[in-house]
C-alpha cells in the first residue's frame, strides 16, 4: 500500500495520489481532487498527518559568488579569457558552464598585497588556450560567471611548454620548462602542478 505511493521519479504534473487518501504536501497542488507534483524529485507519504510530499531533486549546481571553480582556458579575447568549468567547489560539474576573467586583475576584491597585481598592469603575464586555472566567482553579473584569480591558491594550477610540450616547474614568478628552459612569466596557483590536474589537461580535449 505505502509503497505504490512512494515514487523517486517524479516529473511535474504527475499525479500522485487523490485528496481523499491524502493533503497535497510539500511541493504539491491539487487539481480536480487530484494531488499532482509540481517539481521533479521523489514522493513521501507522512501517515501522522496523512499528506503526500515531494522532496525536490537537486537542480544543476550552478556556480554562486565566492564558489571556487576550476576547468581550462577555451578562449582567449582582448584582455579577457573564457574558461569551461569542470569542477564546482570540488565537485565534477557536467553542466558545462563557461566563465570569464580578465588578465588584468586590478578591479577584483581580494587582499592578496604582492607584487602580482601591480606587475599584471603592465600585462606582463600571459594565459593559454588549453590552461588549467582555478578561480573563485565574484561576480554573476549579466548572466556571466565572472572569476578572479587575485589569489595565491588562485591562477593556473597546470599547463605544458608551449615551445616544447614538455613539463613546467614552478619558478618564483612563472614557469620554467624542464626540457627546454622556456622561462613564462605566468600567474601559478600555490600548488600548481598536483598530480589531479595533470590529468585534467589531458581530459579536456577528450569533450567530457
Ligand atoms: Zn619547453
Redesign the pocket.
Same mark, same amino acid.
Given at each position: 500500500m505505502r509503497k505504490s505511493y512512494e515514487n523517486s521519479h517524479i516529473t511535474p504534473g504527475m499525479m500522485l495520489s487523490v485528496i481523499e487518501e491524502f493533503d497535497a504536501g510539500k511541493n504539491t497542488y491539487v487539481d480536480e481532487g487530484d494531488v499532482r507534483s509540481s517539481v521533479i524529485g521523489g514522493s513521501t507519504i507522512d501517515f501522522s498527518d496523512r499528506t503526500l510530499n515531494v522532496k525536490q531533486k537537486n537542480p544543476p549546481m550552478i556556480p554562486k559568488i565566492g564558489d571556487i571553480v576550476v576547468g581550462y582556458i577555451d578562449m582567449l579575447f582582448g584582455n579577457m579569457i573564457s574558461v569551461r568549468i569542470l569542477y564546482i567547489n570540488e565537485k565534477f560539474s557536467k553542466s558545462g558552464f563557461s566563465a570569464i576573467a580578465s588578465t588584468r586583475m586590478f578591479y577584483s576584491g581580494g587582499n592578496y598585497n604582492s607584487n602580482w597585481r601591480e606587475r599584471s598592469f603592465k600585462g606582463k603575464y600571459i594565459f593559454k588556450v588549453g590552461d588549467i586555472i582555478r578561480g573563485k566567482v565574484y561576480s554573476l553579473l549579466n548572466s556571466s560567471i565572472h572569476l578572479t584569480l587575485d589569489d595565491k591558491d588562485l591562477g593556473i594550477v597546470y599547463t605544458i /611548454?608551449f #615551445? %616544447?610540450g $614538455?613539463e613546467f616547474t614552478k619558478v618564483p614568478g612563472g614557469l620554467k /620548462?624542464n #626540457? %627546454?628552459g $622556456?622561462f613564462e612569466d605566468r600567474k601559478v596557483s600555490i600548488d600548481y602542478g598536483k598530480e589531479s590536474f595533470t590529468s585534467l589537461y589531458d581530459k579536456q580535449f577528450l569533450n567530457l
Open positions: /611548454c #615551445s %616544447c $614538455n /620548462c #626540457s %627546454c $622556456n
